[in-house]
């Protein structure tokens, strides 16, 4: 979503309520660090300022954050927030994949829009791959759509040296490709 078509409101954090802006990568000075439950609402928030998530999407999001949230032991999910001064700026869900050995899923990586392009999806995905090769993971996977909406996302990922692994024609809907991006990690 280009910047221009947010409203004033849309660019401020839910928390402080002081406007974001584009910034380079050298100007933030925020940390990664796990879930917390104030965290909540504020990557709802991120998801929903995005434009490109539908509301099926968006439960999904809510109940792996809830997951996490509510059930410390799970092994299933693991939530980052990128926080910088009390405020979430971005996040990353990440699990293994079930029945494989070392393939993980990239389930979410979301930076609120009005710092698109500014280091922060980077970060989070460079503190994801270090994350899951300290899981022993060497494969990590990350699902996509085809839509127009997700040319950036995808942009995203090649950026970043994912190899599009898969697409599968119609499997979303009628028109909506499954893009299936992969990257193998080196130890």
Same mark, same amino acid.
């Given at each position: 979503?280009?910047?221009? +078509?947010?409203?004033?409101? *849309?660019? +401020?954090?839910? &928390?402080?309520?002081? @406007?974001?802006?584009?910034?380079?990568?050298?100007?933030?000075?925020?940390? $990664?660090? @796990? =879930?917390?439950? @104030? *965290?909540? +609402?504020? $990557?709802?928030?991120?998801?929903?300022?995005?434009? &490109?998530?539908? @509301? +099926?999407? =968006?439960? $999904?999001?809510?109940?792996? $954050? *809830?997951?996490v949230l509510t059930k410390p032991g799970q092994q299933d999910y693991r939530i980052d927030a990128y926080d910088e001064d009390g405020t979430v700026l971005g996040y990353t869900c990440i699990g293994p994949t079930p029945g494989t050995v070392g393939t993980f899923d990239l389930y979410w990586i979301a930076v609120h829009p009005a710092l698109h392009g500014g280091g922060v999806g980077g970060a989070l995905n460079a503190h994801v791959e270090r994350t899951v090769r300290s899981l022993g993971g060497r494969l990590l996977i990350a699902e996509t759509s085809s839509r127009p909406e997700y040319e950036a996302t995808r942009a995203f990922y090649r950026g970043r040296r994912y190899l599009e692994l898969a697409r599968i024609p119609a499997y979303y809907r009628p028109g909506d490709d499954l893009v299936v991006f992969g990257k193998y990690l080196q130890p």
């Open positions: 979503m280009p910047l221009a +078509e947010s409203s004033a409101a *849309d660019l +401020e954090s839910p &928390v402080e309520r002081a @406007p974001l802006r584009r910034r380079t990568p050298e100007e933030h000075a925020g940390h $990664i660090r @796990p =879930l917390m439950g @104030p *965290d909540r +609402e504020q $990557i709802l928030h991120i998801l929903e300022l995005t434009k &490109v998530f539908s @509301p +099926e999407e =968006l439960e $999904i999001a809510r109940e792996l $954050i *809830d997951t």
